[in-house]
């Protein structure tokens, strides 16, 4: 997950309550974005996850996610890499998917952010 510029990544709700966790976009450490749709998928779950892990928590933690792609025809890859990371958590979170004409950058191809259930523990953001 990329260091935050001019806004927090995580927000909590009381302790043992909420986390909110900022959109995440399809790029590394160093803010560079990944070249197609597939590798994008792929960074901005991966930054969800270490913003997730940061709660103290995991992704069966996740009780909603608002999915926001430039492409509707991009539904199905973006489904399949979902869940991919997803595959072990029952039920699944609740959704919302929205086509957008744009995101962080015009290159920036999805953005996915979550709501967390969480217990307790240190929050990194």
């Known amino acids: ?3 935050a510029i001019g806004y927090s990544q995580i927000g909590i709700v009381g302790p043992g309550a909420l986390a909110f966790i900022s959109g995440q976009v399809g790029v590394d450490e160093n803010w560079v974005l990944a070249s197609d749709f597939e590798g994008q998928v792929r960074r901005t779950m991966a930054n969800l996850l270490a913003a997730v892990t940061s709660c103290g928590s995991s992704l069966d ?3 909603k996610l608002n999915i926001f ?14 869940d991919e990371f997803f595959q072990d958590v029952e039920p699944m ?10 995101l962080y950058t015009p290159d920036t191809l999805i953005e996915v952010e979550a709501i967390l259930g969480i217990a307790s523990g240190d929050v990194d953001t």
């Open 1 to 3: 997950m990329p260091p």
């Open 61 to 63: 933690s996740v009780v």
């Open 69 to 82: 792609l430039k492409q509707g025809a991009d539904t199905k890859v973006f489904e399949k890499i979902r």
């Open 93 to 102: 979170p609740a959704s919302t998917l929205l086509f957008v004409s744009g």
